[in-house]
């Protein structure tokens, strides 16, 4: 049953600049809904031949169907209020058929994917139809579980299996029922996303849209169905990460507890740990000196948002530790370019200027504060080397160079300001 399925499904597949499948006509009224999945565009407009499907979508918005003409139609999608159009294709709609245009990857490098949606075959009693589309920045190809709730991934194998960036699975008929959808890197046992179980019904069909939302490993995910009007909602990811840094003037290393137990042990000053998979939403972190276990120097309550990463920097004395809580952008930067970002974690030191290769990039960075990421040309494979100065804000007297600093093209780095004035000194840190 499968490979009928899988056959009816490649006849019609097309990706990117193809669609459709028949006679390209015109005039006949078809069907299309638009998913977006652009993470560094709060919004997008498209429009298919003369028709306006959609204004101002946000990111993880997604519509159901409506009519636009078939034939070959000019597809055009704008980002951010834009009068210049991220895509401007030429697509085919076949007539009276059901498509899915998801838009993704950052406004700097934005594809479509477009994707037929009628022509399925019902499955079976008792199944249901089931397809995967990974539009995942910066991901890789991922492996898809669909179990009963609290099925042990280790001892099971994927439902889809090595789905790669910018594509989609076949069609599945996996069985009908109370199922949890939880999602690895491609080959591993590590899960990227999970969410509560969800009721798939017999004889149904679905889809769902794997997508970046800022995480340099989580995904989130949007549910899709298949059916008369397009209907569908985003399911967010269970799952977030944290990374901690110790900047703190505090004698001993530190131990990070999160909702009073211990996931971070002796972070030593300067020391970064690696990100640490959490439940996503509110959370509380108390800090602790190595020297006293039990004695809380701070707590620090934040929102984990679903599918992200986030850096706590610790800063500060004992008596009075602060935490900086930044949230990080780690998707793939603009090819052949390094995405970096400051941080001014010195207590006593004041506003800096930052200079990358001896010019300005940042002005007046003020203590416990990031600046915005600045792209910097990088070679992909043996790095490009930079100077960073960090001066005195609205002074040329520096504080602190960092010559020689290489950062690689494809990644994102922080690059810290920490210690007292009198004793300066720089973390570069690679996040993704």
């Given at each position: ?150 099925t042990d991934i280790n001892s099971t194998s994927p439902t889809a299996s090595t789905v790669p960036v910018a594509s989609l699975s076949a069609i599945l008929t996996p069985n009908a029922g109370s199922l ?253």
């Amino acid at each position: 049953m499968i490979s009928r399925y899988l056959a009816a499904f490649l006849s019609c597949l097309l990706v990117f600049a193809l669609a459709g499948c028949g006679k390209s006509g015109g005039g006949s009224s078809t069907q299309i809904r638009i998913v977006n999945t652009v993470p560094d565009a709060p919004a997008i407009s498209v429009i298919v031949g003369s028709t306006t499907v959609v204004n101002n979508l946000a990111f993880q918005g997604l519509t159901q169907y409506s009519g636009v003409d078939s034939g070959t139609q000019e597809f055009k999608v704008s980002a951010n209020g834009g009068t210049s159009n991220a895509i401007d294709t030429m697509l085919n709609l076949n007539s009276n058929a059901s498509y899915t245009y998801v838009v993704f990857n950052p406004v700097s490098s934005t594809q479509a994917l477009l994707v037929v949606d009628s022509g399925i075959a019902q499955s079976a009693s008792g199944t249901f139809s089931f397809r995967v589309i990974n539009v995942a920045s910066g991901i890789g190809p991922v492996d898809v579980y669909l179990t009963p709730p609290g099925t042990d991934i280790n001892s099971t194998s994927p439902t889809a299996s090595t789905v790669p960036v910018a594509s989609l699975s076949a069609i599945l008929t996996p069985n009908a029922g109370s199922l949890e959808l939880r999602i690895t890197s491609a080959g591993t046992k590590d899960v990227i996303f999970d969410t509560p179980a969800q009721n798939f019904v017999s004889q149904d069909a679905y889809q769902i849209v794997i997508y970046s939302v800022g995480s340099g490993r989580l995904v989130n995910v949007a549910f899709l169905n298949i059916d008369n009007a397009g209907t569908g909602q985003v399911e967010n990811n269970l799952l977030a990460e944290y990374k901690v840094l110790n900047a703190s003037q505090v004698a001993s290393p530190l131990n990070v507890l999160v909702d009073g137990t211990l996931q971070l042990s002796n972070v030593p000053y300067a020391g970064v740990s690696n990100y640490v998979v959490a439940n996503a939403g509110s959370r509380t972190f108390t800090v602790q000196a190595t020297a006293t276990p039990g004695a809380n120097l701070l707590t620090l309550v934040d929102n984990l948002a679903p599918a992200s990463d986030t850096s706590i920097v610790l800063n500060g004395p004992a008596g009075a530790l602060v935490g900086t809580v930044l949230n990080d952008n780690n998707l793939p930067p603009a090819a052949g370019r390094a995405r970096i970002r400051f941080v001014n974690s010195s207590p006593d030191l004041g506003p800096v200027d930052v200079y990358v290769n001896f010019s300005k990039q940042v002005s007046g960075l003020t203590t416990n504060a990031a600046s915005a990421y600045v792209e910097v040309t990088a070679d992909i494979n043996l790095g490009t080397a930079y100077e960073f100065d960090f001066n005195l804000a609205g002074t040329t007297t520096p504080v602190l160079k960092l010559p020689n600093t290489t950062v690689i093209g494809g990644h994102t780095y922080s690059i810290y300001l920490i210690g007292l004035a009198a004793g300066l000194q720089g973390v570069v840190v690679k996040d993704d």
